[in-house]
């Protein structure tokens, strides 16, 4: 549980910080390049979440069955299946 409340307190802290720094320390054209490295990130991410997406459920057809599944055909042929 320690731990946890660490990790919390600093992310917190950490946060904290990081607003304070873009709200008050940052000038205009940082702002600006922050906010582009954030919009470059989501798109980065967009790219990779649709090739994900792309990639799951995707069924590769053989154009004729192995050996394997045509020998296993026939054995069940052969029972009357």
Do not use: C
């Amino acid at each position: 549980m320690g731990k946890i409340k660490n990790l919390l307190i600093l992310v917190a802290l950490m946060g904290g910080g990081a607003y304070v720094a873009y709200t008050y320390v940052l000038n205009d054209e940082a702002k600006e390049s922050v906010k582009g490295a954030t919009k470059a990130i989501e798109r980065a991410y967009g790219k990779l979440a649709e090739m994900a997406d792309a990639a799951k459920g995707q069924v590769m057809e053989d154009d004729q069955p192995l050996a394997n599944v045509q020998a296993t055909a026939r054995q069940w042929k052969n029972l009357g299946f």
